[in-house]
């Protein structure tokens, strides 16, 4: 019964290529987010959804972009990769904004660009 | 600079030990929330706070939000190898509802 879940885990690419990160939750929640966890640790929100709807677009290259076909899915597409973009990537959700309501992430997917 | 600064960054101590984590900012927060980050697995929540001089327990977990709503404190009683992880806080700026910013993260190591 995972709650959010994300495909794959684990993504090894060369540079210059197009890669998707999927995320789906079961929770029933309205607003979903991408977050990019750098090699210190360090989570910087990317992206939050609506209700389908973008929200927040934080300053990301627009070869990232997410797409959202259901409140229950938002999918990251990246153009071109670049040795940068080498981080793990989380899916969160939350049942409203996250101010009082606990972010619940998927389990990360780890982007490796050689 | 991080908007939200933990310290210590690392911190490895023997089983048994209490420990304190610091969360610091300048800016006010309408509320902070703590989670936990083990590897391979995505944060979880362990406790959000909301009203300046809230103090959470969670076990042998004491939360502490600060009077001016600027800064927390995460402590640990009597730590078990099990606490390992990474401690994240995260908080909501207040007039900006729709984003939490996290902290730079502390790992945390206990060693049996």
């Known amino acids: 019964d995972t709650a959010v879940s994300q495909t794959p885990k684990y993504l090894v690419t060369q540079m210059g290529n197009d890669k998707s990160i999927k995320c789906e939750q079961n929770?029933?929640?309205?607003?979903m987010y991408w977050y990019k966890q750098d090699s210190k640790k360090f989570l910087k929100i990317m992206f939050s959804?609506?209700?389908?709807?973008?929200?927040i677009n934080e300053t990301v290259p627009n070869r990232f972009s997410p797409k959202s076909p259901d409140k229950a899915h938002l999918n990251l597409h990246i153009n071109s990769l670049e040795l940068g973009d080498s981080a793990v990537y989380f899916c969160?959700?939350?049942?409203?904004?996250?101010?009082?309501?606990?972010?619940?992430f998927g389990n990360g997917t780890r982007l490796t660009v050689t | 600079t991080q908007l939200l600064e933990q310290s210590p960054q690392f911190l490895s101590i023997q089983e048994g030990e209490n420990l304190t984590v610091y969360c610091n900012s300048s800016?006010?927060?309408?509320?902070l929330q703590w989670y936990r980050q083990e590897p391979g697995e995505g944060p979880v929540l362990l406790v959000t706070?909301?009203?300046?001089?809230e103090v959470k327990k969670l076990k042998r977990l004491t939360f502490q939000f600060g009077d001016a709503r600027k800064d927390s404190s995460l402590h640990i009683t009597a730590a078990q190898p099990g606490d390992t992880g990474l401690y994240l806080c995260?908080?909501?700026?207040?007039?900006?509802?729709?984003?939490?910013?996290f902290g730079s993260g502390t790992q945390l190591t206990v060693l049996p």
């Open positions: 969160a959700s939350s049942q409203e904004v996250p101010h009082n309501s606990p972010l619940h």
């Open positions: 929770l029933g929640h309205d607003t």
């Open positions: 959804y609506n209700n389908k709807e973008l929200i």
């Open positions: 800016s006010v927060f309408s509320s």
């Open positions: 706070v909301v009203t300046g001089g």
């Open positions: 995260a908080g909501g700026l207040a007039g900006s509802a729709r984003q939490l910013t």
